[in-house]
């Protein structure tokens, strides 16, 4: 399927390990440029393709860059998949578009035990469409990391089974966040907030996004730490089974039907199957558009 795709002129992206296929499918024989985990090298060179590597990486954060090829785009792997996600939009044609002055700014509001897909899926989602995007935890510096945790269904358990996952680095300190620097704050879900929710730096920082007048977003269990600080009264919601009762008695007003609520500049999501209701409501609410 991957050489058909090669042989049609398609657009191939490949990440982290998934080059072999580019060697299995004889691609790589053309010379291609191409880059991956840093292990694939020689497999990359014993194949034909170019290696390409990213200059000037001193931390996590530095990885940034994918590589694209005539039509072939790749890249190390989750670090880069904000930039590689703008790539592949730019390459089949889209345009993002933003109906305010400035690019939007967004603040997740992180702790050990988030979501592993609610903090990437949506962090990585803006950062693709051109957003300043930050993760910020009570107690922790940039560069410190967050566990991440996965919840997977699984037959004849009544209740997900709690996977560990991914680590999340921390990209701001708590004490250089500037509520005046962001638009929107969002409380990814998981575990994270019902601890979020024990720390009063956390909840005061949640208040201060609404006074102001911000954007506040929540997925899931987000919408625990939410209600905790008054940001759900009298407002529409999306809620999960294990948040309503935490809405209904913060006084908000749960659509059952919807995956996804909008109410003024509150975004709520039930659960993190719903991340792509939750990052298009977002990126709409916030001025953001991609056309094709």
Request: aromatic content about 8%; charged content about 20%.
């Amino acid at each position: 399927m991957v050489a058909r795709f090669a042989e049609l002129g398609k657009i191939i992206l490949t990440s982290c390990h998934s080059q072999l296929l580019l060697a299995a499918a004889g691609i790589l024989a053309r010379g291609m440029k191409c880059t991956a985990f840093e292990s694939m090298k020689p497999f990359i060179e014993l194949s034909g393709g170019s290696w390409w590597q990213q200059s000037g990486v001193q931390t996590v954060f530095d990885i940034t860059d994918c590589v694209m090829d005539g039509k072939f785009i790749s890249t190390l792997g989750w670090p880069t998949l904000g930039n590689t996600l703008r790539v592949l939009l730019e390459s089949i044609g889209s345009k993002i578009t933003c109906s305010r002055e400035t690019q939007p700014s967004l603040l997740f509001l992180i702790g050990d035990c988030v979501e592993d897909y609610s903090i990437n899926v949506p962090f990585k989602a803006f950062q693709a469409l051109g957003c300043k995007v930050d993760a910020v935890s009570p107690n922790k510096k940039k560069g410190d990391k967050c566990a991440t945790i996965v919840h997977d269904l699984e037959e004849g358990r009544q209740l997900p089974t709690e996977k560990s996952s991914h680590n999340f680095y921390v990209t701001v300190a708590w004490e250089d966040v500037s509520v005046d620097d962001y638009d929107c704050i969002v409380v990814p879900g998981g575990r994270s907030p019902e601890l979020l929710v024990m720390n009063d730096k956390a909840v005061g920082l949640i208040k201060k996004f609404v006074e102001k007048g911000k954007f506040v977003a929540a997925i899931g269990m987000g919408n625990w730490l939410l209600a905790a600080t008054g940001a759900l009264k009298k407002k529409r919601c999306a809620s999960g089974y294990g948040t309503k009762v935490a809405v209904k008695v913060a006084g908000g007003q749960i659509l059952e039907s919807e995956q996804c609520v909008t109410d003024d500049k509150l975004v709520t999501a039930a659960t993190t199957s719903d991340l792509p209701a939750f990052v298009h409501a977002l990126s709409t609410a916030l001025g953001l558009s991609v056309v094709f």
